[in-house]
């Protein structure tokens, strides 16, 4: 016998244990948290270009020839060498042969190519956006708030609360 779906059938969610309600609420909340993380980082990248620049720090997908793939982040650039974290004790490498856009090329025979993804924006990309995007009123008013919601413990947008990344989403996205 195939299980029923209980997505649209109230009455089975209404006879869930409470325990399993409230982790079913959790994960949406944490779903709609993470998708307004995600928006709100890639517009601050799309109007910050130098996110999306090869450096120190960024975000890099690799795709490899077998299908498989992983995220990194970029620990050194010498050269024509990138250089990631591979695992948790190995550095790897490799070698750029041409950047168009955000796609690299790579010379190694395994790696079909490499996506960058961008850099974390932190609380001065943050600003700089809201510079771009609102008049002086509203920049005073708005960074004020900015800064008395952000965790100055924590360097990286992705780092911060559901409160700060709900604001933002509103202004930015408005």
Same mark, same amino acid.
């Given at each position: 016998?195939?299980?029923?779906?209980?997505?649209?059938?109230?009455?089975?969610?209404?006879?869930?244990?409470?325990?399993?309600?409230?982790?079913?609420?959790?994960?949406?909340?944490?779903?709609?948290?993470?998708?307004?993380?995600?928006?709100?980082?890639?517009?601050?990248?799309?109007?910050?270009?130098?996110?999306?620049?090869?450096?120190?720090?960024?975000?890099?997908?690799?795709?490899?020839?077998?299908?498989?793939?992983?995220? $990194? #982040?970029?620990?050194?650039?010498?050269?024509? @060498?990138?250089?990631?974290? *591979? %695992? =948790?004790?190995?550095?790897?490498?490799?070698?750029?042969?041409?950047?168009?856009?955000?796609?690299?090329?790579?010379?190694?025979?395994?790696?079909?190519?490499?996506?960058?993804?961008?850099?974390?924006?932190?609380?001065?990309?943050?600003?700089?956006?809201?510079?771009?995007?609102?008049?002086?009123? $509203? #920049?005073?008013?708005?960074?004020?708030?900015? @800064?008395?919601?952000?965790? *100055? %413990? =924590?360097?990286?947008?992705?780092?911060?609360?559901?409160?700060?990344?709900?604001?933002?989403?509103?202004?930015?996205?408005?």
């Amino acid at each position: 016998m195939k299980p029923k779906s209980i997505t649209f059938d109230k009455k089975a969610q209404d006879e869930l244990p409470q325990h399993i309600k409230d982790k079913m609420k959790a994960d949406r909340e944490k779903a709609v948290f993470e998708k307004k993380l995600k928006t709100v980082t890639e517009d601050i990248r799309s109007k910050l270009p130098r996110l999306m620049e090869l450096q120190q720090g960024s975000i890099i997908r690799i795709d490899f020839i077998d299908g498989k793939s992983m995220t $990194e #982040k970029v620990i050194e650039i010498k050269g024509d @060498l990138v250089f990631y974290n *591979f %695992s =948790k004790n190995t550095i790897s490498d490799f070698k750029i042969n041409s950047i168009e856009g955000n796609i690299i090329e790579a010379s190694e025979y395994y790696i079909q190519r490499v996506v960058i993804l961008g850099t974390e924006p932190m609380l001065n990309d943050v600003l700089e956006t809201i510079y771009c995007l609102f008049d002086d009123s $509203e #920049k005073y008013n708005l960074d004020t708030q900015i @800064l008395d919601l952000w965790d *100055f %413990s =924590k360097p990286y947008l992705h780092q911060q609360s559901k409160g700060l990344i709900n604001f933002l989403h509103k202004i930015l996205l408005k």
